[in-house]
T-cell receptor
Framework: KAGVTQTPRYLIKTRGQQVTLSCSPI?????VSWYQQTPGQGLQFLFE???????NKGNFPGRFSGRQFSNSRSEMNVSTLELGDSALYLC????????????FGPGTRLTVT | AQTVTQSQPEMSVQEAETVTLSCTYD???????LFWYKQPPSRQMILVIR??????QNATENRFSVNFQKAAKSFSLKISDSQLGDTAMYFC???????????????FGKGTKLSVKP
């Protein structure tokens, strides 16, 4: 079974631009969560989607948004990029609602210059 | 709010020896899950071991075992017969049980960088 895939793997953007990251969960998984990883703040939860609905949200500004499609693929968007948004963005999927084990993708490394 | 603390930023161990990574957490919940994740230099986060708070028996997965002390809110990871491939960042994580429409999110510690030396 293929794992969680994230595209692109690396991305360089300029301050003020916007960016969209994509995550394809493991086949059959319906829940997708996003995390931001930085050296200073560590791993922080961004949001969670299940059945195309945002179920849970972390403490991030409104510039961070996401969505989930009917095939469970998810995208996250960051608008008006700031230097502090430079991070590794990890996506994790779960088999079904109530299954607590999360499987992580390789991440997207975003650099904002 | 739940917090997870890993007090050892870096540790090293000789190949074939045993090492213990510490983790403490704070919560008012009675039911929850605890995890240890491994993130090698390739960055793929991998689940090492998990523990349900309602289970008194400590979880074990091959060379990996935990010492779960619920009253002390402590959850340490013991790696026996350390191997070079164990070199990685290790994260302790907490999660409340899934609730209604939410799967639940992981709350991570800052991590411990483990180096296994030949």
């Amino acid at each position: 079974k293929a794992g969680v895939t994230q595209t692109p793997r690396y991305l360089i953007k300029t301050r003020g631009q916007q960016v969209t990251l994509s995550c394809s969960p493991i086949s059959g998984h319906r829940s997708v969560s996003w995390y931001q990883q930085t050296p200073g703040q560590g791993l922080q939860f961004l949001f969670e989607y299940f059945s195309e609905t945002q179920r849970n949200k972390g403490n991030f500004p409104g510039r961070f948004s996401g969505r989930q499609f009917s095939n469970s693929r998810s995208e996250m968007n960051v608008s008006t990029l700031e230097l502090g948004d430079s991070a590794l963005y990890l996506c994790a999927s779960s088999w079904r609602q109530g299954d607590y084990e999360q499987y992580f993708g390789p991440g997207t490394r975003l650099t904002v210059t | 709010a739940q917090t997870v603390t890993q007090s050892q930023p870096e540790m090293s161990v000789q190949e074939a020896e045993t090492v213990t990574l510490s983790c403490t957490y704070d919560t008012s919940e009675n039911n929850y899950y605890l995890f240890w994740y491994k993130q090698p230099p390739s960055r793929q986060m991998i689940l090492v071991i998990r523990q349900e708070a309602y289970k008194q028996q400590n979880a074990t997965e091959n060379r990996f075992s935990v010492n779960f002390q619920k009253a002390a809110k402590s959850f340490s990871l013991k790696i026996s017969d350390s191997q070079l491939g164990d070199t990685a960042m290790y994260f302790c994580a907490f999660m409340k049980p899934p609730d209604g429409g939410s799967q639940g999110n992981l709350i991570f510690g800052k991590g411990t960088k483990l180096s296994v030396k030949p």
